[in-house]
């Protein structure tokens, strides 16, 4: 006879393929017997009108293909390993149905994007494929991203994406021809026009003008970049201890703290461009810096601004890493669609959903919901914990 004198425990991970499933809607069909009137309920709405998908799968295929990069033929090919026959051409059209039943969605979160004080500006380029030549052309994904948390706003974030053919200035300025505020973006000429009209107060970024040092201290190791450097980076320090904080405080301790090391930085810089040569990379980083010092000092004027323009250059990362992926976009129209999705995907994710989650929660509800109440799927508005 045994008795237990203790037990050991073995934990270890395992990982099962993911499991599809066919949902059945069995409606019967009643007769009656007096009057011989037929009823029957009526089909529950559907993502796509008479199509065969869910909102757990068009969510799946959406996230799978613009945050996991993974392109719509390797999706084919993997669905087929678990024996799902799913050609490009069907996922492809899911897609694009998707894009347009959750385009009024994006268009909404577009709208919030642009009414707060400041906006955050930046551009990517994209290749699209060139119909006739035989080649791509340089085509452009914007962001346009507003997040008034850093000065204490209670206002949800939001990222507006935009798909162009090129990189005119026209496409900015026709998107923020309403905007009035701050615009925190780097030095495109493409800009100055939204500047010159007075509506549009310009904020630059000091991560930017840092890069170009940053470049030249890797290259060189010259002391006196690093010295440029090491004299910038207090300003890095302030900022991430006012973050947060209501504009007034930022502003006050910006003008206490933060202005006589500017003033400094920038007599040191004067005094260095006359003693190096005019040619040099350092110089050059130096007259950037020194024709965008209006710009770069907006922050010792308004409490709203920002230092940096980092919160945008972190929403192009997922669109680079798509873009070493999928290669190119294979026309205007999927390049918008895409833009679509990546609307809804990163406001999403900064408003604290799981991408696939919101995804399935919108489009599970948006083809029956009316358009006049369509601010209530916005991500700040339907949470996670509901759907």
Known sequence: MLRK??????????YRPGRFEVVRHVRPAFSCRTCEAMTQ?????????????????????????????????????????????????????WVGRSAALAEPMAAFIGRHALAGPRVHADDTPMPMLSPGRGRTQAARFWA????????????????????????KGEHP???????????????????????????????????HARRYFHDELLANGSPLVREAIERMQPLFTIEAEIHGQPPEARLA??????????????TWLEAMLRRISGKSD??????????????????????????HNNAAERRMRPLALGRKNCLFAGSPEGGRRAAIIYTLV??????????????????????????????????????????
């Open 346 to 387: 990163g406001t999403a994710e900064m408003n604290g959903w799981d991408p696939q989650a919101y995804l399935r929660a919108l489009l599970d509800r948006i083809a029956d919901h009316p358009i006049n109440r369509i601010g209530d799927l916005a991500p700040w508005n339907l949470r996670p914990d509901a759907a």
């Open 41 to 93: 309920a009526p089909m529950p709405s559907l993502p796509i009108e008479r199509g065969r998908p869910g909102p757990g799968l068009l969510a799946h295929v959406l996230v799978s293909k613009y945050c996991d990069h993974l392109p719509l033929y390797r999706q084919s090919e993997i669905y087929a390993r678990d024996g799902l026959d799913l050609p490009r051409g069907l996922l492809a059209g």
């Open 144 to 167: 346009y991203l507003r997040d008034d948390r850093p000065f204490g706003g209670r206002d949800p974030p939001a990222v507006l994406y935009e798909f162009t053919p090129d990189r």
């Open 253 to 266: 301790a910006r003008q206490a703290r933060s202005a006589p090391i500017m003033a400094d930085l920038h």
């Open 282 to 307: 350092l110089a050059k980083a130096i007259r950037y810096t020194l024709a965008q010092w209006g710009a770069l000092t907006t922050v010792l004027r308004d409490g709203r601004a920002c230092l």
């Open 173 to 207: 300025q026709r998107r923020l021809s309403d905007f009035k505020g701050i615009l925190q973006a780097d030095a495109y000429a493409g800009f100055n026009a939204l500047y010159e009209s007075g509506r549009i107060v310009e904020a630059a970024c000091w991560t």
């Open 5 to 14: 004198v203790g037990e050991d425990v073995t934990e270890i991970l395992e």
